[in-house]
């Protein structure tokens, strides 16, 4: 085996340390600098994505890093917001309870059926997608342009929307798996 099939997990790995500096210079409002540090993030993660893909280099610890990384960047920088008073407290823990119910979804339906193959379903890459057009649009309306209240109220609603159907789809799936699979046995 190559060494250089490593190289995504430590894009990786960089992405997710960069997640501090991130943070704090949102919370200090250097906008502009947070978010040429997002941008390279958002590049980096598409290029891990690229090089596993076009190379194989498909490892079980970028399985479990790459999503790491997106939660721990949408969470923080929801976190941030939320403490800064940009985003109301009900969609930051509507978006951590989600991932939350996911994680102990995930442990359970691990303990039931002793198998657990994590593939993301289409609503909750519609859900990130929002998430991040969310925190786009209001770091944008925070430190660059203010955008129409109602603008960020519709966009806040939306993701509200998709976390709240995207939650509820887990729950279904994994219950039904999980009621199916027990079938069998």
């Given at each position: 085996?190559?060494?250089?099939?490593?190289?995504?997990?430590?894009?990786?790995?960089?992405?997710?340390?960069?997640?501090?500096?991130?943070?704090?210079?949102?919370?200090i409002?250097?906008?502009?600098?947070?978010?040429?540090?997002?941008?390279?993030?958002?590049?980096?993660?598409?290029?891990?994505?690229?090089?596993?893909?076009?190379?194989?280099?498909?490892?079980?610890?970028?399985?479990?890093?790459?999503?790491?990384?997106?939660?721990?960047?949408?969470?923080?920088?929801?976190?941030?917001?939320?403490?800064?008073?940009?985003?109301?407290?009900?969609?930051?823990?509507?978006?951590?309870?989600?991932?939350?119910?996911?994680?102990?979804?995930?442990?359970?339906?691990?303990?039931?059926?002793?198998?657990?193959?994590?593939?993301?379903?289409?609503?909750?890459?519609v859900?990130?997608?929002?998430?991040?057009?969310?925190?786009?649009?209001?770091?944008?309306?925070?430190?660059?342009?203010?955008l129409?209240?109602?603008?960020?109220?519709?966009?806040?609603?939306?993701?509200?929307a998709?976390?709240?159907?995207?939650?509820?789809?887990?729950?279904?799936?994994?219950?039904?798996?999980?009621?199916?699979?027990?079938?069998?046995?």
């Amino acid at each position: 085996m190559s060494a250089l099939k490593y190289i995504p997990n430590l894009i990786t790995i960089t992405r997710i340390l960069s997640v501090v500096p991130v943070a704090w210079l949102l919370w200090i409002g250097s906008y502009q600098a947070a978010l040429v540090l997002l941008v390279l993030a958002g590049l980096s993660d598409g290029l891990d994505g690229y090089l596993a893909r076009r190379y194989q280099w498909f490892t079980p610890l970028g399985a479990l890093l790459d999503p790491l990384a997106d939660k721990l960047f949408i969470v923080t920088i929801m976190l941030v917001f939320g403490f800064k008073g940009f985003l109301p407290w009900w969609i930051v823990w509507l978006i951590f309870g989600r991932d939350v119910l996911i994680i102990v979804g995930a442990m359970v339906y691990r303990w039931v059926t002793g198998a657990l193959e994590m593939k993301p379903l289409f609503i909750s890459k519609v859900n990130t997608a929002l998430q991040l057009i969310l925190l786009a649009a209001t770091l944008l309306h925070v430190g660059f342009y203010t955008l129409p209240q109602r603008v960020m109220d519709n966009l806040e609603l939306l993701v509200a929307a998709s976390t709240i159907v995207s939650g509820a789809a887990y729950v279904f799936f994994w219950s039904y798996y999980a009621f199916a699979n027990k079938e069998r046995v």
